[in-house]
C-alpha cells in the first residue's frame, strides 16, 4: 500500500472524470488524503472520502491565502474552483462539524503563506498578523479535535517555527506534517525536534532539496502529489494524480540510496501512525 498523504481530488480539475481517478488509484492500492483549502473545497473532500469505504480520507482546513486578501489581489485559479480568491473568515463551529465524519484525519491545510505580500511595511505587518492569528485558532481545533495538522509554509518557516513552538508549550503532544517542504537542514532538523513529519512531492524535481532529504531519516517522511499541482517531471504535461506518487518513491529511494519498496514500507507506516488510518 502506497499513500498518498496530500492531494487535491476535491478540486475543480479533477470535476469531469473524479470517478475514473479514484477508480484507478485505489486499483493500484494506493491510499489518498484529500486536503482542505477553504470550507467549500473542505466539505467536498468529506463528500468524497464518505462515497468510499476504505482508501479515501479528507483534512479540512483554511488556507492562508485567502485570510488576508483585503491587502493584495491574487488571481484566480481555475483548477481549484469555480470562484475568486476571496477572503473568508473562518468559521470553528462549520469545521467542527464537518470533522464529526470518522473520514476527517487532520485539519488542513493551516499555516502562512508570504509569496504574494503587501509591498508597504504597515499592510505587510497587518497581513502577516492576520495569517497568524487564524492559523493559532485552527492550532487550537485540531488540539480540541485531538487531530494532527497539515501545515502549508511558503517564505515563512521561521514565523511558523516560532509559533509552533509557543503552542507546543500548551500541547506537548500535538503532531503534524510540513507539507511541501522546503526549507532548509536546520529547519528540518527544528520542526523533526517538536515531532513532525516533513513531505515531499513533484517539488523536488524544482528545487535542490537532495542533500536535505538524504540527511532526513525515512521515519520522519511522507510522500504526497499536491495534485493536480507539480507534476513530476516524467509525466510532465499531464495533469498531476495519485498514481503519479510512484516517481516521488523513485527519486527518494535513487536520493537516499536506498530500495524503493522500503521507501513505500516506512512512509505507509509513517502516515497511518500520524493520521490513524
Known sequence: MIIDTHAHLNFNAYKNNLDEVIKRTLAK???VINVGSKYETS??????????????FAAIGLHPIYLATEFLKIKTDPEEGDFDVKEESFDKEKYRKLAESDKVVAIGEIGLDYYYKPKTKNKLEK??????????QQLELAKELDLPVILHCRMAHNDLIEILKEFQVISSKFQGVVHCFTGNWEQAQEYMD???????????YKLDLDEVIKKIPLEKILIETDCPYLTPFEEQ?????PVFIEHIIKKIAEIKN???QKVVEITSS???NLFGI
Not at 127 to 136: A, L
Not at 194 to 204: A, K, T, V
Not at 237 to 241: P, V
Request: overall charge positive; hydrophobic content about 40%.
Open 237 to 241: 504535461g499531464k495533469r498531476n494524480e
Open 127 to 136: 497581513f502577516k498578523e492576520k495569517q497568524k492569528q487564524v492559523f493559532i
Open 29 to 31: 492500492d494506493i491510499w
Open 258 to 260: 536506498i530500495d524503493y
Open 194 to 204: 517538536m515531532g513532525f513529519f516533513l513531505g515531499f512531492n513533484g517539488i523536488i
Open 270 to 272: 509513517n502516515a497511518k
Open 43 to 56: 466539505k467536498r473532500a468529506v463528500e468524497i472520502a464518505e462515497k468510499y469505504k476504505k482508501g479515501i
